[in-house]
């Protein structure tokens, strides 16, 4: 099935600091791949997405991620990190489960600190 | 772009009573809808899936007369938790789905159960 790995359970980045946030993927074809953004009690948002055609790709908030096929992953990233980043970060990937047919499959996240 | 809301945000329950919430499309029609249950500092656990008209479909492991959902109609699903029990406490997300594996997220639901 469909799965995805993120590596870093936590990272922290100074203010300013670039970012790279770490998802690789386990699937044979192209997959359909995502980055949310959940902040403490709330629910996710959606960065960015790719489902084909150029690999990198542009997301809100000034992130962008690169989807490189050679080594399964799709890491974010940001050049320039400010405090509003903190968060939690989960890499997601379309899945066709038994049960629920076309549905997402969530990495463990990574949580994001920034330092001043 | 597509919103999606929750109802209650907040909600605290003695054990044994039933809660019910709601996830509601507020400016698109959702013909499937999603539940997830999210423990702290935890990723997102798929619960059930929600189609408009016809019966959830839960995953492995969920309780289907515990965690009962009715969706219907295309721009609100519900989810009730039946006797709730203190371990029934989490975070509850719903989405919805506005392309094959493209969801819009609510802003979940905190459910403490005393």
């Known amino acids: 099935a469909q799965s995805v790995t993120q590596p870093d359970i936590h990272i922290t980045v100074s203010e300013g600091a670039s970012l790279e946030l770490r998802c690789n993927y386990s699937?044979?074809?192209?997959?359909?791949l995502f980055w949310y953004v959940q902040s403490p009690g709330q629910g996710l948002q959606l960065l960015l997405k790719y489902f084909s055609g150029d690999t990198l790709v542009q997301g809100i908030k000034g992130f962008e991620a690169e989807f490189k096929r050679s080594q399964s992953s799709f890491n974010l990233r940001k050049p320039s990190v400010h405090w509003s980043d903190a968060a939690e970060y989960f890499c997601a990937v379309g899945a066709t489960l038994p049960n629920s047919g076309y549905a997402l499959n969530f990495g463990k996240g990574t949580s994001l600190l920034v330092t001043p | 772009g597509a919103v999606v809301s929750q109802h209650p945000s907040r909600v605290i329950c003695k054990s044994g009573t039933s809660v019910k919430i709601e996830c509601r499309s507020l400016d698109f029609q959702a013909t499937t809808m999603f539940w997830y249950r999210q423990f702290p500092k935890q990723s997102l656990m798929l619960m059930a899936t929600s189609n408009e008209g016809s019966k959830a479909t839960y995953e492995q492991g969920v309780e289907k007369d515990k965690f009962l959902i009715n969706h219907a109609s295309l721009t609100l699903s519900t989810l009730t938790v039946t006797s709730a029990h203190p371990e029934d406490s989490s975070f509850y997300i719903c989405?919805?789905?506005?392309?094959?594996?493209?969801?819009?997220f609510g802003p979940g639901t905190r459910l403490t159960v005393t």
């Open positions: 699937y044979g074809a192209t997959p359909y």
């Open positions: 989405s919805a789905r506005v392309a094959t594996y493209e969801q819009y």
